[in-house]
C-alpha cells in the first residue's frame, strides 16, 4: 500500500508540474504588429545572433499586441536584445493603455536602466516615474541577448534579469485592474529583438503594497477641461478666464500616486488645463510648497501669481527641484495651477502610434506641514 500511495503521488506531482509549465506565446499568428502610424503590418520572424526572434524597429514596426491571452497574475520570461527601448506591456487595455516595464541597454549598469512607467492615453510619462523607486540598474548590453523574468501578483511587480533570484526591481504598480489585460511588446527609437518568451499564470499572492505617497502631497484637485495651446504673452490669464467662465471642474484624487498626471483624465492630451485645490490654515502664516512639474506652469495663490515658467521644461520630475514660500491666510486658501505639458518641446506634439500629444504632463506638489 505505501508503494502504491508513494507512486500516485510522484503521479499528482508531476501533473501539477506540468500542468503549470511555462506556455509560449507570441508564437506567429497569435498577435498583431502595428507601425508607429498605427497601422497593421505583416512581420516574419528574424534571426538575431543565433535565436529565432521577433524583431521590432521603433517605426515601420513598433508595437506587438497579443490577440486573445488576458491575464492579471503572471510570470513571463523571455530574450531580448535592444538598442534604446526594449519592453513588456501587461494589463493592457489597448495600445494607448497598458503598465510598461522596459530596459534601456545603452545605459546598462546605471540606475536608468530599467524604468517602470503607467502608460494613460498614450502618454509615456517617463519624466514622473524615476529612482529610486521606478528606475535601477542592470547589467545590460545594446544588442546584446539577456534574459528577463517580470512577476506580476495583485499589485506587486517583480522583474529579474538573467537569471538572478533577486529580483532587481520590485514594486508596487499604480493600476491594477480586477480582470487584468492583454500583453503587448514594444520598442522605441530603435531596434529590439524578442526570443523565447514564455507565461505562467500566477495566483495572487497576499504581497503587502507598498507605500508610494507621504503625507502633505497634494493629490485632491479640480480639473478644467483641456483648451488648445496658446504660446501667446499672458496666455495663462486668458485660459484661467476660459475656466472660470465654463465652470465645468472635473475632481480627481491619485493618492497612491504622488505624481499629478494629467495624462490619464484625456482621450488625447494635448492642451492646457487650470487644477485647483484648497489648502486649509489654522491661523496666518507662510508654509513651503516644494514641487516639480514638466512643460509650461504657473501658479497662483489666493488671486496672486507666486510662479511661472514660460519655457518648457523636459527633465526628470522630482520632489522638491523647487521650493517657493506660500503666504497663507487663516482659513481657506485657493491654490490654482495652469499647466502645460511636453508637445510644444516636440514641435507639433510626440508622436505616438499616429498621432501628436503630450507624453509628460503634470507635477508634484508638497506642502510642508
Known amino acids: ?68 491571452l488576458k491575464i492579471k497574475n503572471f510570470r513571463v520570461e523571455m530574450d531580448i536584445a535592444g538598442k534604446v527601448m526594449s519592453g513588456l506591456g501587461f494589463h493592457a487595455k489597448d495600445g494607448l493603455n497598458y503598465q510598461f516595464i522596459y530596459f534601456r541597454p545603452q545605459m546598462g549598469n546605471t540606475k536608468e536602466a530599467i524604468q517602470y512607467i503607467p502608460v494613460y492615453n498614450g502618454a509615456l510619462s517617463w519624466v514622473f516615474y524615476n529612482y529610486p523607486v521606478y528606475e535601477t540598474t542592470a547589467a ?121 498626471n494629467f495624462s490619464q483624465y484625456f482621450e488625447h492630451p494635448k492642451g492646457i488645463l487650470v487644477a485647483k485645490t484648497t489648502i486649509e ?11 516639480d512639474f514638466v512643460g509650461r506652469v504657473k501658479i497662483i495663490l489666493n488671486g496672486n501669481a507666486v510662479f511661472a515658467y514660460k519655457k518648457i521644461r523636459f527633465e526628470r520630475v522630482f520632489d522638491g527641484t523647487f521650493s ?3 503666504p497663507l491666510k487663516k482659513g481657506k486658501n485657493e491654490l490654482v495651477v495652469i499647466t502645460e505639458g511636453d508637445a510644444a518641446f516636440f514641435g507639433k506634439g510626440f508622436k505616438y502610434l499616429g498621432r501628436h500629444q503630450h507624453t509628460n504632463w503634470g507635477f508634484i506638489a508638497r506642502v510642508e506641514p
Not at 281 to 291: G, M, R
Open 324 to 326: 517657493i514660500g506660500l
Open 140 to 260: 545590460i548590453q545594446s544588442l546584446e541577448w539577456f534574459h528577463a523574468a517580470f512577476e506580476v501578483r495583485g499589485k506587486n511587480l517583480k522583474v529579474f534579469v538573467n537569471n538572478d533570484p533577486e529580483p532587481k526591481m520590485d514594486i508596487s504598480i499604480l493600476d491594477n485592474p480586477i480582470d487584468g489585460g492583454k500583453l503587448l511588446l514594444r520598442s522605441l527609437f530603435g531596434p529590439s529583438y524578442f526570443a523565447n518568451i514564455t507565461y505562467l499564470p500566477l495566483s495572487e499572492a497576499e504581497i503587502e503594497a507598498k507605500p508610494l505617497s507621504e503625507e502633505g502631497f497634494l493629490t485632491k484637485w479640480q480639473i478644467s477641461k483641456q483648451f488648445n495651446r496658446d504660446t501667446i504673452v499672458g496666455h495663462y490669464d486668458a485660459i484661467l478666464k476660459l475656466a472660470d467662465a465654463q465652470n465645468e471642474w472635473k475632481a480627481i484624487n491619485t493618492p497612491p500616486d504622488a505624481y499629478v
Open 281 to 291: 490654515a489654522e491661523y496666518e502664516s507662510v508654509k513651503n510648497l516644494h514641487f
Open 1 to 68: 500500500m505505501r508503494i502504491r500511495y508513494t507512486k500516485l503521488l510522484f503521479i499528482a506531482s508531476l501533473s501539477i508540474l506540468f500542468g503549470n509549465a511555462q506556455q509560449s506565446i507570441f508564437d506567429p499568428g497569435s498577435y498583431a504588429v502595428y507601425s508607429d502610424d498605427n497601422e497593421k503590418v505583416v512581420v516574419s520572424d528574424t534571426l538575431f545572433k543565433g535565436k529565432q526572434a521577433l524583431k521590432l524597429d521603433g517605426a515601420g514596426r513598433s508595437m506587438a499586441l497579443l490577440n486573445d
